[in-house]
């Protein structure tokens, strides 16, 4: 009885982490960049060699590797074909680069971004009346934004979002309307 038990436990921990999973639960935010050493517009391959295999994929190119924080990679497509095109992370140890004080989950975190790139970030507020500080310019020739969404009353950064546009930067409506 114990033992199947055990072999029950041993196959459902199989099921929800494929072997040589990994997980990422913080790492560095590099704007216009990457998070945790992964970069926008980098392969599939690329992004599992630095990252590790991650914990689920979906057929829509989405790569998960944290169950308790949270860091996706988007895809421009499922498979081994998809650049990264987007970065969403959100957990106390998601840290922007040189940034004193600028981590999710941590009171004063926007007020420590903004002041670090003084005039930059645009403040938006989107449809669901969440704040977003968003800011849009060119690296490589490609358009690249990278925002953050906010607690207003304790200026937290709650989440990271990073995003490759391609040619254009998407209009301050388009990014209000979600």
């Not at 095109?85 to 998601?94: A, C, D, E, W, Y």
């Given at each position: 009885m114990i033992r199947a038990a055990v072999?029950?436990?041993?196959?459902?921990?199989?099921?929800?982490?494929?072997?040589?999973?990994?997980?990422?639960e913080?790492?560095?935010?590099?704007?216009?960049?990457?998070?945790?050493?992964?970069?926008?517009?980098q392969t599939r391959a690329a992004v599992v060699a630095t990252l590790g295999r991650p914990l689920r994929e979906n057929?829509?190119?989405v790569m998960t590797y944290s169950d308790t924080a949270i860091m996706d990679v988007y895809l421009t497509r499922a498979g081994s074909r998809g650049r990264v095109?987007?970065?969403?992370?959100?957990?106390?140890?998601?840290c922007a680069k040189d940034v004193v004080g600028a981590c999710s989950m941590a009171a004063g975190s926007e007020?420590?971004?903004?002041?670090?790139?003084p005039g930059r970030f645009r403040r938006i507020?989107?449809?669901?009346?969440?704040?977003?500080?968003?800011?849009?310019?060119?690296v490589g020739g490609r358009?690249?934004?990278?925002?953050?969404?906010?607690?207003?009353r304790r200026h937290m950064?709650?989440?990271?979002?990073?995003?490759?546009?391609?040619?254009?930067?998407?209009t301050a409506a388009q990014v209000r309307g979600g």
């Open positions: 072999l029950t436990a041993a196959t459902a921990v199989l099921v929800t982490a494929p072997v040589g999973a990994a997980t990422v913080s790492g560095q935010v590099v704007p216009f960049r990457g998070v945790a050493g992964a970069t926008l517009h057929g829509f190119g095109r987007q970065f969403v992370v959100s957990g106390p140890g998601f007020i420590a971004m903004r002041r670090a790139y507020v989107d449809v669901t009346g969440d704040t977003i500080w968003w800011w849009c310019g060119r358009a690249i934004s990278t925002s953050f969404n906010t607690d207003p950064i709650l989440t990271w979002y990073m995003a490759d546009h391609g040619t254009r930067c998407p």
